[in-house]
Each structure stands twice: as structure tokens, then as C-alpha cells.
């Protein structure tokens, strides 16, 4: 195995196409080791889940051949139908959607799956949402650990789980080899957190880290999550770097970008990930 960092790019960086070999090869040519598939909210990729058996044939071959894996899927589609919902019909489909994206993960050797790290989106948190969160986590990790597929909580731009702190203390009933932490130093850094203080305390469960800058939370000032351009935001990459370095932190980092839709998206990730190795140069993660 390499010492070079292990680096992905967000599926939404890429130039939109339906060509998952024409995807992974711009990733490749742009210098990425994986693409992270989004299965978010919206109906047209919410459908990826009911791909067919030669569809998800295909998008595998597109990895072997190109050598651009997709080890890892966004699964933000539970901001619409979350599993603390009030509603008892959404908590079924949450679950359903669970279940098939457990299903495609398996079939496409996806490894680890990141869930978002609310209980609800759209609807007031309340003491019931909590635990219907937990008991739908429960639930999947059940589900998730016949697969032997990873599910991974993100540090979240909500105030449910905004924090390390907050996922230990909501996930601390739960006892699962198969849920870990995939933190977002955008989001972390974005609520003032003690970065230092907050890595520490979650490493030993971290399988992945998202990489983005975010303007933080203020009294007056709602903070900004997306789109952020990198080094314009309030995350001390350098620092950040730093901390994973002392705690021996091995696992791969994800560029998480949204501009698939810009007018030159390759030379925007590159340009990323150039900016980034040189963050981690400061910070010494790594010395060339």
C-alpha cells in the first residue's frame, strides 16, 4: 500500500453524465483514487436504487476497468424520509430505502455507507424523533452487518449530531462493530468546535473524512455549509492536518465539491486537490 493520501472526489464535482465510465475516468485523469455515488433526495437518484442487475454490472465494470473504485456512497436521500419522522409511513420508507441501498452497496463492492447525522430535516426534532432515530439506526445496523457493509454517521450543518461530542453521546447505547464516524471538517469547524478536542475523541471509530470549507455559525449569522471556496472559509486545514497526523490517522479523505453543473469542473477538482496537498504539506500530513 502507498503512503500517498488516499483521496476521492464527490460524484457531484464531476461533469454530469449518465456514463459511470466516462465519470470515474475524468476522476482518474484528474487525480482521484475513488468517486463517493450520491444517493440523495431527489427522485432522479433515489431511482438508482431500483437499478437493474445490468446496470449495476455495468457501473462495476466501469471501476475494474478504469481503476477508479466507488468504495463509498453519500446516502443523504433520509433528509426526505428520515427515521425519526413523526410519520409512522416515512419511518417505513426510510427503512426501505436502507435496505436497498445496503442491497446496491453489496452489489457495486461499496464499503461503507454515510448517513447524515439528523433525525429529522424537515420536521421539529423532538424526544420522540431522537429515539426513533436510534431505533431506525438499530435497525439498519442489523441489516448493514449481515452485508458486512459499513454504515458511518456524518458530522452534520444540523444541530443533531453538529459535533463528535454529540454523535458519542447519541450512539453510545448502540454496540455495533458496523457503525463508525465519518466526519466533515467543514461542518465540525463551521460550529465552533475544538477540532483538536473533537478528532481525539472520535478517532478510533473514524473510517472517513470529508474535506470542505464552510463560513461558520454565528449569533446573527446562520453559517454556510456548501460551496464554499476552499480558503475562504473559516476551517483551519493546516491545524486539521496536524491533529490526524498525531493521532496516526491512515483512513482516506473525500474533496467534497458541488460543481458538476460549473463550466470547467476538471480544472476546479484539480485545482481542489492541488490546494489540499498543500494544506496537508503545512500541516505536515505528509512531506512532498
Request: glycine share 6%; hydrophobic share 40%; with cysteine.
Amino acid at each position: 500500500m502507498s503512503s500517498t493520501p488516499f483521496i476521492g472526489i464527490y460524484e457531484k464535482a464531476l461533469p454530469a453524465t449518465d456514463s459511470w465510465f466516462e465519470k470515474l475516468a475524468l476522476a482518474k485523469f484528474s487525480g482521484y483514487n475513488f468517486v463517493e455515488i450520491s444517493i440523495d433526495e431527489s427522485n432522479e437518484r433515489l431511482s438508482r436504487l431500483e437499478w437493474s442487475s445490468t446496470t449495476r454490472k455495468k457501473v462495476h465494470t466501469a471501476a475494474v476497468n478504469t481503476g477508479v473504485s466507488i468504495p463509498t456512497m453519500c446516502l443523504s436521500g433520509h433528509r426526505r424520509y428520515p427515521f425519526g419522522s413523526a410519520d409512522a409511513d416515512t419511518r417505513r420508507a426510510a427503512g426501505n430505502i436502507m435496505c436497498k441501498a445496503i442491497d446496491l452497496a453489496v452489489d457495486l463492492g461499496i464499503r461503507n455507507i454515510q448517513l447524515a447525522g439528523y433525525d429529522v430535516y424537515y420536521e421539529e426534532s423532538t424526544p420522540a424523533s431522537r429515539e426513533y432515530f436510534i431505533e431506525g439506526l438499530q435497525n439498519a445496523l442489523d441489516l448493514a452487518a449481515q452485508a458486512q457493509v459499513m454504515l458511518s454517521i456524518e458530522i452534520m450543518d444540523h444541530p443533531f449530531i453538529n459535533s463528535i461530542t454529540r454523535y458519542n453521546e447519541i450512539t453510545a447505547a448502540i454496540d455495533s462493530p458496523w457503525l463508525t464516524l465519518y466526519p466533515d471538517v467543514g461542518n465540525l469547524s463551521a460550529w465552533n468546535n475544538d477540532i483538536e478536542k473533537e478528532l481525539k475523541a472520535g478517532i478510533n471509530k473514524i473510517t472517513a473524512i470529508h474535506l470542505k470549507d464552510t463560513l461558520a455559525v454565528t449569533d446573527t449569522f446562520p453559517g454556510k455549509f456548501k460551496e464554499v471556496p476552499f480558503g475562504e472559509g473559516c476551517v483551519d486545514f493546516p491545524k486539521v492536518f496536524r491533529t490526524l497526523k498525531s493521532l496516526n490517522y491512515k483512513g482516506p479523505f473525500l474533496i467534497e465539491m458541488w460543481t458538476e453543473k460549473a463550466e470547467d469542473p476538471i480544472e476546479k477538482i484539480i485545482s481542489a486537490k492541488r490546494w489540499i496537498l498543500k494544506q496537508m504539506r503545512k500541516g505536515g500530513f505528509i512531506s512532498c
